[in-house]
């Protein structure tokens, strides 16, 4: 029973950390060539997993007018008409317990009318629906249309932005940043002191903030010292004499920047796959007091001016987030649905987004 209670705490630690991530882990896409009523798809997705290898993709076609396929490439043949066939890809990775469903859609036209073409807008790739566009074919198109990556200012709102059109004042993202900033500034919140990223919060400075601001919940993630640089990173927690059960480190858009147990010290590594640091990045601990196991995650902010990382926000036990739930499917460890079986590991997998790991002895 411990074991069980102890599995699906960690897995719903994962679960946590992975609802703060704004950017999935795969994209849909397709491209398509017509013989007549006779449809050959290709899968263009992308999938980008972090270091874990112990993942599953899979592929679900609705081609438009009724009929269905899971082949990753398959062969479709239509009557006359207009259709909007979409693919679902779904990753699946059972090690650290993350997820990501993405869908991709295009329109066919079979039979009479304007034959498909694309022009290249500003927004990127369009069909006219004159059948008189540039290009022939969506993936002739997108090879050839780009827009010139530009950026604006808006301070004290919302900094720096590539606004899409290509006609941004700075052609850098980094000449945008050295003119344009926004003023740090804090408010105190239910979870404690927080940037609303306005420039026009209460305080001026966070240790100011923090003087005056108590959550009052007296959560262990209030001790945590972060010290290093931007990149690499050792954080600890002060006044407590016990052992921290388990750390992991998280950036918003999933990638694992560290993990640790039974050890009061955390070593973070912060670097996306292209070697660039993020500078938001999301800290959970799981530890044992005397009112029980606690769960406790922590955001910090890179603060350049001063070269520190700030702590912005701290949330409070996971058993604040619980709601209704419906179980959609079990699976395995290879992401393939599964019957309830004894000494097996299972993934419940619930409407509300959350997943359970579970071994039922």
């Not at 491209?31 to 449809?39: L, V």
């Not at 599953?56 to 609705?62: G, L, Q, T």
């Not at 990501?100 to 498909?116: E, H, K, R, T």
């Not at 950036?251 to 590594?269: C, F, I, Q």
């Amino acid at each position: 029973m411990k074991k069980i209670i102890l599995n699906t705490l960690l897995a719903t630690i994962c679960l946590l950390i992975t609802s703060y991530s704004l950017k999935a882990q795969c994209q849909a896409d397709f491209s398509y060539i017509q013989n007549g009523p006779t449809t050959i798809f290709t899968d263009l997705s992308t999938v980008s997993p972090s270091w874990s290898t112990n993942y599953s993709v899979s592929w679900s076609w609705d081609f438009g007018d009724g009929n269905t396929s899971t082949q990753q490439n398959p062969i479709h043949t239509y009557s006359n008409g207009i259709y909007a066939p979409c693919l679902t890809v779904t990753y699946f990775d059972s090690t650290i317990i993350n997820y990501c469903i993405s869908v991709y859609c295009d329109s066919i036209l079979i039979g009479n009318g304007p034959s498909a073409s694309w022009d290249c807008g500003t927004s990127g790739c369009f069909d006219p629906g004159t059948g008189n566009g540039q290009y022939s074919s969506l993936s002739s198109c997108q090879a050839a249309c780009t827009v010139t990556p530009s950026w604006d200012c808006n301070s004290n709102t919302l900094g720096c932005f590539d606004p899409g059109t290509g006609n941004g004042q700075y052609t850098t993202l980094a000449s945008c940043q050295s003119a344009c900033s926004v003023t740090p500034s804090w408010d105190c919140g239910p979870f404690g002191c927080y940037d609303p990223g306005t420039g026009l919060g209460q305080y001026s400075t966070l240790s100011s903030c923090q003087s005056v601001c108590s959550t009052g919940l007296g959560l262990l993630c209030d001790s945590i010292v972060a010290s290093g640089s931007q990149f690499q990173l050792t954080m600890q927690v002060n006044n407590f004499n016990s052992i921290i059960d388990y750390w992991i480190t998280t950036a918003p858009d999933g990638t694992l920047l560290g993990e640790d147990s039974m050890w009061n010290m955390h070593n973070v590594y912060n670097s996306n796959p292209a070697g660039i640091p993020y500078d938001t990045i999301i800290t959970c601990i799981n530890y044992q007091d005397f009112t029980g196991m606690n769960t406790c995650c922590v955001e910090w902010i890179w603060d350049a001016s001063s070269g520190v990382w700030a702590r912005m926000s701290t949330t409070t036990s996971i058993n604040q987030f619980d709601n209704y739930k419906e179980l959609i499917k079990v699976v395995d460890v290879l992401g393939k649905e599964s019957m309830i079986d004894l000494n097996k590991i299972l993934f419940f997998i619930y409407s509300d987004g959350t997943i359970e790991k579970k071994i039922y002895k």
